[in-house]
């Protein structure tokens, strides 16, 4: 349907969008600000390896547990009172994470950081979803991506600039504190932004018609689509409902007598599939360690920390790539083909790794021309990812569950991706000092194999449809 004779206002859409993607911009930062600040962590509190690994993968507790009880929490409180909560984790986590001395508090305050990352990472993609026509949607959503990877390469950015100012990360630098923790401190800012900005944008229309708050959720469809529009999709938002009961977790339990396996409903188990798989292919040990991994192999600190950069910049123009195409050729291909390329971009790497020495410490180093092979093989891999699965997952969790399942679908699989997240971030250090990088790599590149055939047997194209016609 043409938007301007459909009286659609991509203005207040687009403004929407800005606003719920900051979330997504926080999500990033706070998950890369750990990039970089893992010689600071270690000294500073003094960790061995499975500490560090403890401390970094801390954040992703509270990301599982923030993912689950959103979802919930967002069908009872509705989607923008919950960001709002989110918003004011995110600034007290970050500014404790910056100026505690206490590992323990360190830890409670990632946690709470994690929380409003998981938080975000779930409802910020639906509520796109819930608010923006099903010929854009999957453009709208994808800006969740590019915001994500925005907050990543800003915290890249943010912490290359602190420590080549600094001198090192772990060097004093403004006010006596050490570089490291105004890598935390500069979260701030935007979480503050945040939080004011969810004060002047409306909540879901679905969430309202859950709530039998049907004059509201005329007034927002009416501002969204215009009249005419409003009346038929209010309508349709109803009807989606189930009349005897709100939506609640119990929704996601297969009904008596249709196919289920361990009692969840199948369409379930396929966003369970599609978050966990997300993460097996290896991509946060790019962001997390991305430092750690390149210093490994060969490259110096100020040489890791901008290969970071270059990462997060060619993550940015991949999502653009996923904003042309999405709508167009629709999300299972594109999962299919970043499956097919992290496989292949992930061998190469398990091939640099492979051929690698080991100096006078055990540590890996890598010739010129095989250095140049792993970097390039990676940025090739962080490209096939962020035209795929990056963005596509969040897209699919936002809009492929129907309206009585959406918030209680998005918190389990939404814990499951953080889960997965937080097992692949704890492992990884331990990992690469015991089985090395070439083997780990291994595990991650065959993950993308599997993911292929799983997408290819279970999933379902959601390209244009409505939300009230999804089924499952």
Not at 291 to 319: K, P
């Amino acid at each position: 349907m043409d938007n301007a004779r459909s009286g659609t206002n991509l203005g207040l859409i687009s403004a929407i969008v800005a606003v719920a993607t900051i979330g997504g911009l926080l999500f990033g930062y706070d998950s890369g600000a750990v990039n970089g600040t893992q010689e600071g962590l270690t000294r500073g509190f003094g960790l061995d390896e499975a500490s560090l690994g403890f401390t970094v993968g801390s954040l992703l507790i509270g990301c599982f547990l923030g993912a689950f009880f959103a979802g919930t929490l967002a069908d009872a409180m509705g989607r923008r009172n919950v960001m709002r909560i989110a918003a004011v984790l995110f600034l007290v986590g970050a500014l404790v994470q910056g100026l505690t001395a206490d590992h323990t508090i360190f830890i409670i305050a990632r946690i709470a950081g994690g929380m409003a990352v998981g938080a975000a990472s779930v409802l910020s993609p639906a509520y796109i979803s819930e608010v923006a026509p099903a010929n854009i949607r999957g453009r709208m959503t994808t800006v969740q991506q590019i915001m994500i990877i925005t907050g990543l390469t800003a915290a890249f950015l943010v912490n290359y600039f602190l420590a080549a100012a600094a001198g090192e990360s772990t060097n004093e630098f403004w006010l006596g504190i050490a570089a490291w923790r105004w890598m935390y401190l500069a979260q701030a800012v935007p979480a503050a932004v945040f939080l004011v900005a969810l004060f002047f944008i409306p909540e879901s229309p679905r969430y309202l018609v859950s709530k039998s708050r049907d004059e509201e959720a005329g007034g927002v469809l009416t501002s969204l689509f215009g009249e005419t529009v409003a009346k038929a999709k209010l309508a349709e938002i109803r009807a989606s409902f189930t009349a005897d009961h709100r939506p609640s977790l119990r929704d996601v339990l297969a009904p008596a007598g249709s196919k289920s396996f361990l009692g969840l409903r199948p369409i379930v188990w396929v966003g369970i599939m599609l978050a966990v798989f997300q993460q097996l292919v290896g991509i946060n040990v790019i962001f997390y360690y991305g430092s750690t991994l390149w210093q490994l192999a060969g490259f110096t600190e100020n040489d890791a920390l901008l290969i970071n950069v270059v990462s997060g910049a060619v993550s940015i123009a991949a999502c653009f790539v996923t904003i042309a195409v999405i709508d167009k050729i629709g999300r299972k291909p594109l999962l299919l083909i970043g499956s097919a390329g992290m496989a292949a971009t992930l061998f190469v790497m398990v091939y640099a790794f492979s051929q690698g020495g080991l100096d006078a410490e055990g540590n890996l180093v890598l010739s010129e021309n095989l250095g140049i092979v792993a970097v390039v093989a990676a940025n090739l891999y962080v490209i096939f990812f962020n035209v795929s699965w990056g963005p596509v997952m969040w897209v699919m969790l936002g809009e492929m569950f129907p309206n009585q399942i959406r918030g209680s679908a998005l918190a389990v699989a939404g814990f499951f991706q953080w889960f997965a997240n937080y097992l692949i971030a704890q492992t990884f250090p331990v990992m690469a000092s015991g089985i090395g990088l070439a083997a780990s790599y291994t595990f991650y590149a065959v993950c993308a194999v599997i993911s292929f055939f799983l997408v290819q047997a279970f999933v379902k194209e959601t390209k244009g449809k409505e939300l009230e016609e999804m089924e499952g």
